[in-house]
Structures are given as C-alpha cells and as structure tokens.
C-alpha cells in the first residue's frame, strides 16, 4: 500500500526567504504525485503534479517540486515567500483505480506561517 | 461551471442522528471521490463513483456509511446512527475521464460536528 510522509509538521519563514518542503513517499509502480494547499475551512487546491517526463515541475503561485525516485522524495519548493502563502501544505501519492480514477493518498501536512 | 460545489458547509448533528450531504461535480466530470479530513490529518479515502457506479468503498467506510450517484451527476453521503468519532470535514472531489493522469478538484467541504 502506498504513504506519504511529511515530516515536518510546522514551518516559519520570513517573508521573501526561501521555501522548501519536504514530501517522501512510498509506492510499489511509478508514483503520481501531487502537492495541494488548503487555507482555513477550505477544500484544496492543487499546486503541481508529476506523472511522468521532467523530474523538475511548476506548478502555480511560483511553486516547483522534484521528483527523485532514488530518494522516494518530492520536496515543494519556493524562491521567495509572500504572505499570502500560509496555510496548510499536503502531499499526496495517487494510485490507479477500477475504470481509471486515481486515489490518492495524503500525507499529514505541513502548516507554513509567514512572518512579515 | 465554478467548481466542485458541496452542501451543507456546515452541519452540526446530535449524537444518533442521521445526516446526508450533498456533491455536485464539475459537470464534465465522470469520476467523483469522497474523503474524510479529521483535524490535523490529510484526508482519507472513502469511496469513488465512475459515472453511477460504486467502484471502489475503503475500509473506513462503515455500515453506518452509504454513498449514492443515481444519474452519474450529484452525489450524496448519508451517515446514520452518527457518533462523535464522525466529527470531520468531508470533502468531495471529481476528475474528468480523460486517463488516469488527470487531477482531482475538490470541493470546499462539509464541516460535520456531532455533538
């Protein structure tokens, strides 16, 4: 069965520093990955995705991750943090279903606060 | 079409109760999944639809649980007899049938407090 470990549960950088955030999972084929942000009481919204091709992808809002498979690990990363990036960072690993749907599995999260 | 939209977004219950919540996909959509988020944790898998068909019910999902898609559109989740322990927030989300490789949207969630 696939997992997803975040293991860092809380993160604070200043704003404009850089971001990086550490995803290391564990799947038996090829591995989907994703990275979603939630804010306060709200649903997720995805920021990138890595199937297959570049290990290096961009996502939206500035943000990249790598994939390395030698390592298991898709960090998210950042070149410089505005404010508006706090909120609450999931990595999740998908795996095929019946009729091609794709469940996947979360990591715990990561909470960012940014300080001014 | 704005997205993945879920009602009620709030919904407080007393202990024994029956609750249903409703999803409406993005209307492309034929794949639709529902998760479960407690606090401090990502969310879990429960179930997927593809079109009306229940393909797929994870463990967490128990007989108290029952998901329905009757036309292959909206879908609801019922919980009855509902205990504290299902305090969460539940979340749908849906993908298009386009291969495997497609992501999932998500709706805003239906917070449930069982008191």
């Known amino acids: 069965a696939q997992s997803v470990t975040q293991p860092d549960i809380h993160i604070t950088v200043s704003e404009g520093a850089s971001l990086e955030l550490r995803c290391n999972y564990s799947y038996g084929a090829t591995p989907y990955l994703f990275w979603y942000v939630q804010s306060p009481g709200q649903g997720l919204q995805l920021l990138l995705k890595?199937?297959?091709?570049?290990?290096l992808v961009q996502g939206i809002k500035g943000f990249e991750a790598e994939f390395k498979r030698s390592q298991s690990s898709f960090n998210l990363r950042k070149p410089s943090v505005h404010w508006s990036d706090a909120a609450e960072y999931f990595c999740?690993?998908?795996?095929?279903?019946?009729?091609?749907?794709?469940?996947?599995?979360f990591g715990t999260g990561t909470q960012l606060k940014v300080e001014l | 079409d704005t997205g993945v939209s879920q009602d009620p977004r709030h919904k407080i219950t007393k202990r024994g109760q029956n609750v249903t919540f409703r999803c409406d996909p993005i209307?492309?959509?034929?794949?639709l999944y529902w998760y479960r988020q407690t606090l401090g944790q990502g969310p879990e898998f429960l179930t997927y639809?593809?079109?009306?068909?229940?393909?797929?019910k994870s463990r967490l999902l128990s007989d108290r649980f029952s998901a329905e898609r009757p036309k292959g559109s909206f879908s609801t989740l019922e919980i009855q007899r509902t205990e504290q322990g299902d305090s969460a927030m539940y979340l749908c989300a849906s993908s298009s049938r386009e291969g495997v490789s497609t992501e999932a949207f998500f709706g805003q969630g239906t917070r449930l407090t069982v008191v």
């Open positions: 639809f593809q079109n009306e068909a229940q393909l797929e």
């Open positions: 890595y199937f297959s091709g570049d290990t």
């Open positions: 209307s492309e959509h034929n794949r």
């Open positions: 999740a690993v998908g795996a095929g279903l019946t009729g091609g749907g794709n469940k996947l599995t």
